[in-house]
């Protein structure tokens, strides 16, 4: 029973690491920042590297190496390009609607290698365990980055409109108005 679910989780996370490739690439090429593209790309070589260690822990179990869709982030990726395709061309917000996004893959991302790991154990695999752990802390690691990101560029985007609230805000027009 352990094992079927175990297989199963397997096939899903390693969907969602050769899905979140695909995905990664479309991102950097829509983010508007160098660091932001910078970050993308060494995230995607980590997303490769996870890869290859989902495929080294088919081998370990001598399980054909498979993916199974996760209809979760299945959503998330379908909502992030509908995001991108309503959002402003090159701008500061579409780099925060992006990192909204991929925060949220992220947190999915965690979720199902949580529930590999758990997984592992209780089926005894710890040398699959001790990949899946591997994957896991650099995941988290991308997450606190992604979330920095999030925070600056929204920090930045609000600013920005309040700059621009203020100036297309003609107080001295409006006092003129008044006293006419």
């Known amino acids: 029973m352990f094992k079927k679910s175990f297989i199963f989780q397997l096939k899903t996370v390693y969907w969602i690491e050769k899905h979140l490739c695909t995905e990664i690439l479309r991102l950097e090429k829509a983010s508007t920042t160098l660091a932001l593209k910078a970050f993308f790309r060494s995230y995607y070589a980590m997303l ?6 989902i495929e080294c822990s088919f081998y370990l ?7 199974k869709k996760s209809e979760t982030l299945s959503k998330l990726f379908d909502l992030t390009k509908k995001n991108l395709k309503a959002s402003q061309f090159r701008s500061e917000l579409r780099d925060v609607q992006i990192l909204s ?3 949220h893959i992220e947190s999915e991302g965690i979720k199902a ?14 040398e699959v365990a001790d990949l899946i752990e591997d994957c896991l802390e650099e995941e988290r690691e991308a997450r606190h980055v ?4 999030y925070a600056d ?20 027009g409006y006092l003129n108005g008044l006293q006419t």
């Open 48 to 53: 490769k590297k996870h890869a290859k260690r």
């Open 61 to 67: 179990l001598h399980e054909k190496r498979q993916t």
């Open 101 to 103: 996004s991929i925060t």
């Open 113 to 126: 290698y949580e529930k590999l790991l758990d997984l592992a154990y209780a089926n005894g695999e710890f």
């Open 146 to 149: 992604f979330n920095t990101l």
């Open 153 to 172: 560029r929204q920090k930045k985007v609000s600013e920005q409109e309040a700059r621009n609230f203020v100036s297309s805000f003609n107080i001295g």
